[in-house]
């Protein structure tokens, strides 16, 4: 289906950018080129930004695909990396559910080690949670979140 919607719009955006170019002086109609043809009708903006969409549309199935390989080779429950982010690098976060009320996070920035957080929930009741987060520097803290509920 993506490969129809991909062909469709392609196919528009040349049909468009041909009937444009019937309209353009004769130096551009003497090239047969598809990027002077677009580049005539104003379409390049277009195509480029399309082209964009695509990439992160199959770089982002690829993510999934090694959080989901990764999450089952080292038998956790979630495995997440996310982009870098303000001259950052890149982040990556663990889940492990150990038992039916407690859960244990990673979460690290890769490349700084002082951006490493360990993170362990124990759920009380349904909506009540004691959440106590750890540093590589050792320090500790912890809450008490009381979760609510819109109907």
């Known amino acids: 289906m993506r490969r129809f919607a991909l062909e469709l719009v392609l196919g528009v955006l040349l049909s468009a950018s041909r009937a444009m170019a019937a309209d353009a002086p004769e130096n551009l109609l003497a090239c ?27 770089r982002n199935r690829l993510v999934g695909i090694a959080e989901e390989r990764a999450a089952n080779l080292l038998r956790l429950d979630e495995v997440r990396f996310r982009d870098p982010d303000n001259g950052r690098g890149g982040h990556v976060r663990l889940s492990k559910l150990i038992g039916s009320r407690v859960e244990m996070y990673y979460v690290g920035a890769v490349g700084h080690a002082s951006e490493q957080r360990l993170r362990l929930d124990v759920r009380v009741s349904d909506r009540l949670i004691l959440q106590s987060e750890s540093d590589p520097q050792g320090r500790t803290a912890s809450d008490l979140v009381w979760r609510l509920s819109r109907r």
Do not use: K, N
Not at 35 to 41: D, K, S
Not at 44 to 58: E, K, T
């Open 32 to 58: 047969d080129s598809t990027a002077v043809t677009l580049e005539a009708a104003g379409a390049v903006d277009m195509v480029q930004a399309f082209q964009r969409d695509v990439r992160d549309l199959v």
